[in-house]
């Protein structure tokens, strides 16, 4: 693993999940900036509020809440479908899991991570411990879709960028700017409950993404 | 493996490139015996659809053998199946009420992102269709790789040939649908514009559907002749006023239903229709909606609106006032083939639909370039060409619609 600072920063940006001990912020906050407030989702606001930015998306996937959040919460079905999540391992003796995280330019960091909020069938929450080498919050909730169609999943995430205006447009040049990465991660997760696969037009195995990120690697 | 590729504005060669591979545990593999040229590829080779690559195999109208298949396909080697163009996953929202070319799991996530601004929600994915489809490899090649094969391929009984089905991949439902949403009652009268394989199938569909009257509106003598002896009414735009000979044959009430099956690329030199053009070539992503415009103001009042032909992008001085004012209603989008192959099978089956007087020229895969100029250049002789990847180089056989021409 390489500890050198620029990539600890590269791999701030490498994060589905960014930002420093967001929780219960990721809701309070925008509310709070709208003069005309409206019930519509905070991270939709047009105007930015404060130093974090605050992204969030939702799907509407055809399987029950309990399913959806069973694995979910299971961390290591994450990498399925979060792309740069390369692992995920508990930690022993704790209730603490270690994610390994692919960061550009053929870096990886570990972070350990420990859920702040659980409520069955209903709500995930994680940070990342004190004193990680990078911090990262995220929050994904489950609510019953109208009628027969399933689940709505949404997944909010805080995000600083690290390196300021810079920072974000090095994110973009690689693609893996936390809005975009958190959006793919949640249509991933759709692709891969709804249809027990995650769809690619890859004609030949060594053409796939998976393939691909790991020959750069 | 030998495929038709895309290599820029009218530019497409067959070439030697790796064959597919099981992926996904619900792919198969198939060995094409048929693959057609769809009027639609044209728009991709001439270039007015962005997001295709040089060496992207094109091909969405394919049928052939099962040669391989993912632990999760219902599929068994040896069986012969047609495809359906668009690719769904059977599972989500849109698949459980049959609107699978509106499939959300079939575009891979990261080519979402390039329809999704444009579009306000992403493509679903398309057989060989540019990337903004998804970027999956066509079926003008001797072997494609078919994601979710448990849903979309039907297996053809054997004693059925493949000129009879091949199109249940494609126009005929296309047609099928485009007569649907025109809503035909038997008092109707009905204009479909553009006698194009979609065009034809049209009318050979709102005909089965009953329809009083169904008038075809194109320029090519040869592609009227066929609507003709399908049982229309023609109407060539080189020698009449389409608007008022539409009002006249309709009884001054105007038609009941309208159906563009001609999309982006109109043909014809009406003012607004030059103007489209230059914005086209120039590449400011205009679409030529020239029908479209005047279908609308040829729909009578309350009447309804269908649109089988492909539009890409934007088009102004668009007839809203025409729209609101008349009371119009409009039904559109690509076909959900999944939801009409079997019954027009059936149908195949027992000689209700013919489908094989649309056939010009059987090529080999080999000459599939030689088969794009001419279906691009002649279209009036060439109204649809099948590629046989078994041919033999510069072999080429003559299909029904060309000996009806010689007869």
């Known amino acids: 693993m390489n500890h050198n600072s620029t990539a600890k920063k590269a791999v701030g940006l490498a994060l589905t999940l960014g930002a420093v001990g967001v929780g219960a912020l990721l809701t309070a906050r925008a509310r709070a900036t709208k003069p005309s407030p409206d019930d519509a989702p905070d991270y939709t606001g047009r105007h930015a509020s404060g130093e974090m930015d605050v992204e969030g998306c939702t799907v509407t996937i055809g399987k029950p809440r309990q399913e959806l959040y069973d694995h979910w919460r299971d961390f290591q079905n994450l990498p399925k479908f979060m792309e740069n999540l390369l692992e995920v391992r508990p930690v022993e003796g704790q209730d603490k899991a270690n994610w390994r995280i692919r960061a550009p330019a053929g870096h990886m960091v570990d972070v350990v991570t420990e859920v702040a909020e659980d409520r069955k069938s209903e709500v995930i929450a994680w940070r990342s411990v004190e004193g990680s080498e990078i911090e990262t919050t995220g929050r994904v909730t489950f609510t019953d879709a109208p009628g027969s169609r399933g689940t709505r999943v949404s997944l909010i995430i805080g995000y600083k960028p690290p390196a300021g205006a810079m920072g974000r447009i090095f994110a973009k040049a690689f693609r893996r700017e936390p809005q975009i990465q958190s959006r793919h991660d949640l249509k991933r997760f759709k692709m891969l409950m709804e249809t027990g696969e995650i769809a690619t037009s890859a004609r030949t195995k060594d053409q796939t993404r998976k393939a691909k990120m790991e020959e750069e690697a | ?407």
């Open chain 2, 1 to 407: 493996m030998r495929a038709l590729t895309w290599q820029g504005h009218q530019d497409v060669r067959v070439e030697t490139v790796d064959d597919p591979e099981i992926i996904n545990p619900r792919d198969a593999i198939l060995k094409i015996t048929s693959t057609a040229i769809c009027g639609s590829d044209l728009h991709l080779y001439d270039g007015v659809i962005p997001g295709v690559l040089p060496g992207d195999i094109l091909g969405h109208e394919f049928m052939g053998e099962v040669v391989e298949t993912g632990p999760g396909s219902t599929l068994q080697k040896g069986q012969r199946v047609i495809v359906p163009f668009p690719i769904a996953c059977g599972q989500c929202f849109h698949c459980t009420i049959e609107q699978f070319s509106c499939c959300e799991n079939s575009n891979p996530v990261e080519k979402q992102d390039l329809t999704a601004p444009l579009y306000g929600h992403p493509l679903t994915g398309i057989f060989g269709y540019s990337h903004l489809a998804g970027g999956y490899s066509g079926g003008q090649a001797e072997y494609v790789r078919v994601p979710f094969s448990d849903v979309g391929p039907v297996v053809v009984p054997d004693h059925l040939t493949d000129d009879q089905v091949l199109f249940l991949t494609d126009i005929l439902p296309t047609g099928w649908q485009a007569a649907e949403y025109a809503e035909i009652g038997p008092d109707d009268t009905v204009a479909v514009w553009g006698c194009g394989p979609v065009g034809l199938f049209a009318v050979q569909s709102a005909i089965a559907m009953g329809a009083a009257k169904v008038i075809a509106i194109d320029h090519y003598p040869h592609r009227l002749e066929l609507a003709k002896k399908l049982g229309a009414e023609i109407v060539n735009f080189r020698e009449s006023n389409v608007l008022q000979a539409l009002m006249e044959m309709s009884g001054g009430l105007g038609v009941d239903a309208v159906i563009d099956a001609v999309g982006m690329e109109a043909h014809g030199f009406a003012a607004d229709n030059l103007a489209d053009a230059v914005k086209q070539k120039v590449g400011i992503g205009a679409d030529r909606a020239h029908v479209l415009r005047q279908a609308i103001l040829a729909c009578r009042k309350g009447g309804r609106v269908s649109i089988p032909g492909v539009y890409g992008g934007l088009a102004d001085k668009f007839p809203t006032g025409a729209l609101m004012e008349k009371a119009l209603k409009v039904r559109t989008g690509q076909t959900h083939v999944h939801k009409y192959t079997k019954m027009l099978l059936e149908k195949i089956e027992k000689g209700e639909l013919d489908t094989t007087f649309l056939i010009s020229h059987h090529l080999p895969l080999e000459d599939a370039a030689e088969g794009y100029r001419n279906f691009h250049d002649k279209q009036d002789e060439w109204t649809k060409v099948i590629l046989r990847p078994g041919m033999e180089r510069g072999t080429a056989r003559a299909g029904q619609a060309q000996e009806t021409q010689q007869a």
